[in-house]
């Protein structure tokens, strides 16, 4: 649980076997209920959420639990399990709330030690509430908390909330307002849906009038909570960014093989090789910079903030040229709705913007790193 | 020395090295004679057969000599100026040669004695080596062979003793198989070494001309005929060397214009702020590659990740070392010295940002070009379908050059 402060031996960037187990569970499962066409077929009718996926994959397989203590219901495992869970989840682009619920609200939860926050935790661990942050999905590590909504005295909430993830799947909203952080239910609120680039992580505006909230923290807490939760979930972002580009990488190779013009499988153009090679290169690089972030965040190391920074200025950009190169390398069926690459170019490229750009970590590495703009 | 049961445990290894020590305190030997007694007890390579300078352990092991031997402030055998020796020629001797040439030839290469050079690039056979037209002629009456051609880009070829050597002995073969591999002896008549200047105006690497050079055929290493499979041993060792260090954060090449950046505020733009951080990050996360593919073999589980760090390295060196040089402004202008040289070894610390950025523009080139390498890895690593091609079948002869 504390962090280790000394100078620690490097980071363990492999997979355990029972990592390996955890990614063969949630793989199973979203082969069997969750493939493109189903993703996509959901997206369309404007309810992407599949609450009994969801169930399926929170409760039964336990992952939501998974960064929370078992005292408090949790699997009491950790960041590098969660990192495979999203490595799956965006593989798969699946349309559920594992990254705003039991990441981000889960990990804001942890930062509040009030008994209020360790209920609604034992919930979000079992599965049984989705929780989502009212705060825009580009907010970034790093970056000063808006406080758009007020506290109209008592405990009541005004404000408006815009781009925000998973808010139409939530039962309850955790709120940063300007006397600390809340807790309010959805039905107090209201969320319209939000027409957005990613098909399958849907957005919402949140509104807020005189909403009655219960205060998790003060104002102080609130923005120590957030700011840690917003640093574990870039920092696991770019596993649901490295499992994003495998797909990517895999399904184009796949599609070269087979599909032949000029007499020959597309795939034996040097032209055409030399793109998907790079691609595995970056790939490759991705995982380790994913898996040091999963490791240093699961470590308490002093130096994740440094290695959660350059995990994202660099996965963020590798998710994108995979599901850019998916779309060239396959030609016109790469254009369609029908095919899958473009639900894989929305969720990537809505990724390089949520929790910060990669410019914006770039930034942050400058920090860290003690090489600062002139 | 100890003899008995070979040690194979990490403690065994330990003891054996003390040993080693005890009997030949590094402060009151010889260099040479300590490196001979190492070699003797089999603590040289450990993986190598007894009597071969090993002990037939694992290799792994060898790091715990090494780390042993290191604390002790034992002399080196200078692995970085013997690189080829000790990286391509003795591997390829030990699985291909007979007992009379280990014999002969893994102790005085380890030691450093003699250095090797390596003669398989020509002007017209780079990354189609098998294409090379260096001629091996067998003299029936003296059972010497006489090997004409030139060879191109040989590092070490000035002060090296011998030299491992592709030549062509059946022309009327498809490429790949009228190829026989030797052990060039480089003070034979015949052999004359030329330097070849470079883009960074030194000599680093050599021509080598072969006029009438005969070899007895006890130097042929592996069959007549049977040479690309020889050179194939020789070419994996090369790329099993190339990336395995371990480096610290803003270690390599990140490191001078990271510094330069901290000390001199007055050379800092916006435009090189931005660029100076991609490739920080993209050092730090090819660091973290190169260490996860350690963590992968350590743990007995290879992964083809190896395959793509040498291009990596390439395209960071470049991009890095140019990029310096346009942070030093007025200065990147200036070059340290285009005297003629002729280092012994390729030092990027301690030179200049301008030769650093010549020289990385080989990294993309040597050991194997980074188009040659993508095929591989889009080849092996992803399967993908290899190019058509028409000259597997063809004698060697009626190939156009």
């Not at chain 2, 005969?214 to 060792?237: C, F, K, Q, S």
């Amino acid at each position: 649980m504390t962090a280790p402060t000394a100078p620690t031996a490097p980071a363990d960037l492999l997979y355990s076997e029972a990592e390996e187990e955890l990614r063969t569970a949630v793989r199973a499962l979203l082969a069997a209920r969750c493939d493109a066409r189903t993703v996509l077929a959901r997206a369309e009718t404007g309810r992407p959420h599949d609450p009994a996926l969801w169930h399926t994959l929170a409760a039964e397989i336990g992952t939501a639990g998974l960064l929370v203590p078992e005292k408090l219901g949790g699997q009491g495992a950790g960041h590098r399990e969660a990192a495979v869970v999203l490595e799956e989840l965006g593989r798969a682009v699946a349309p559920v709330p594992y990254l705003t619920s039991a990441v981000l609200a889960t990990e804001i939860l942890l930062g509040c030690d009030t008994a209020e926050a360790a209920a609604l935790l034992s919930e979000l661990a079992s599965g049984s509430t989705v929780c989502t942050p009212a705060v825009p999905l580009t907010l970034a590590p790093g970056a000063p908390l808006p406080a758009p909504v007020r506290d109209s005295g008592g405990g009541t909430l005004t404000g408006t909330v815009d781009a925000v993830a998973d808010a139409v799947a939530a039962g309850v909203l955790l709120v940063p307002a300007d006397t600390g952080l809340y807790a309010v239910r959805a039905e107090d609120a209201t969320v319209t849906p939000l027409v957005g680039l990613d098909l399958t992580r849907p957005l919402a505006t949140v509104a807020l009038e005189a909403a009655p909230g219960i205060r998790l923290a003060d104002p102080a807490a609130a923005r120590a909570a957030v700011a840690g939760a917003l640093l574990s979930a870039a920092g696991l972002l770019a596993s649901e960014q490295v499992g994003l580009a495998e797909w990517c990488l895999t399904e184009t190779v796949a599609h070269s093989k087979g599909r032949y013009q000029f007499n020959r499988p597309v795939g034996s153009f040097q032209a055409l090789k030399h793109r998907m090679a790079r691609l595995w290169l970056d790939v490759a690089s991705a995982r380790a910079a994913a898996r040091a972030a999963a490791d240093a965040l699961a470590t308490g190391a002093p130096d994740a903030p440094l290695t959660v920074a350059v995990a994202q200025a660099y996965c963020s950009g590798v998710a994108v040229r995979a599901a850019e190169e998916c779309v060239q390398l396959h030609g016109g069926i790469g254009m369609t709705w029908e095919h899958p690459a473009h639900l894989y170019l929305k969720r990537a490229k809505a990724d390089s913007l949520a929790l910060g750009t990669a410019g914006h970590h770039r930034g942050l590495v400058a920090d860290f790193a003690e090489l600062p703009a002139p | 020395m100890t003899t008995g049961a070979t040690p194979t445990t990490p403690e065994a290894l330990r003891a054996r090295t003390r040993d080693l020590l005890t009997a030949h305190p590094p402060a009151r030997t010889d260099r040479t004679a300590f490196l001979r007694a190492r070699f003797d007890a089999g603590l040289a390579w450990v993986h190598y057969p007894p009597g071969l300078g090993g002990l037939g352990a694992p290799r792994t092991l060898q790091a715990v000599v090494d780390a042993e031997l290191e604390a002790a402030g034992a002399p080196d055998n200078d692995p970085r100026r013997i690189g080829i020796g000790l990286g391509m020629a003795a591997p390829t001797i030990l699985a291909y040669g007979t007992e009379e040439q280990k014999q002969r030839f893994l102790r005085p290469l380890w030691l450093g004695e003699e250095v090797w050079c390596q003669l398989f690039s020509e002007p017209g056979a780079g990354s189609d080596l098998a294409a090379l037209a260096t001629r091996a002629v067998l003299d029936q009456d003296a059972g010497d062979w006489i090997v004409d051609g030139q060879k191109v880009w040989t590092s070490s070829a000035h002060n090296a003793r011998w030299g491992i050597l592709v030549a062509r002995t059946d022309p009327a073969l498809p490429k790949h198989q009228g190829i026989t591999y030797f052990l060039c002896d480089m003070h034979a008549p015949g052999v004359e070494v030329r330097p070849l200047r470079q883009i960074t105006g030194e000599a680093e690497f050599n021509e080598v001309f072969l006029t009438g050079v005969r070899i007895p055929d006890t130097h042929r290493l592996g069959a007549v005929g049977e040479g690309w499979a020889v050179a194939r041993t020789t070419l994996m060792n090369e790329r099993v060397s190339i990336g395995g260090m371990r480096i610290p954060r803003e270690g390599g090449m990140i490191a001078p214009v990271a510094a330069a950046w901290r000390e001199r505020p007055e050379l800092r733009t916006h435009a090189l702020h931005q660029r100076l951080l991609e490739l920080w990050v993209e050092a730090e996360v090819a660091r973290l590659t190169g260490e996860r593919l350690r963590q992968q073999l350590a743990a007995g589980q290879p992964g083809p990740e190896g395959s793509g760090m040498k291009l990596t390295f390439a395209r960071l060196n470049q991009e890095i070392s140019g990029l310096e040089v346009e942070l030093l402004g007025a200065e990147g202008l200036l070059y340290e010295d285009w005297t003629m040289r002729r280092p012994e070894l390729v030092d990027f610390t301690g030179r200049d940002a301008g030769y650093r950025y010549l020289r990385a523009k080989g990294n993309s080139i040597e050991g194997g070009t980074s188009e040659i390498l993508l095929n591989i890895v889009a080849e092996r690593v992803l399967g993908l379908p290899p190019e058509p091609r028409d000259d597997k079948d063809t004698a060697w002869k009626d190939l156009s050059r």
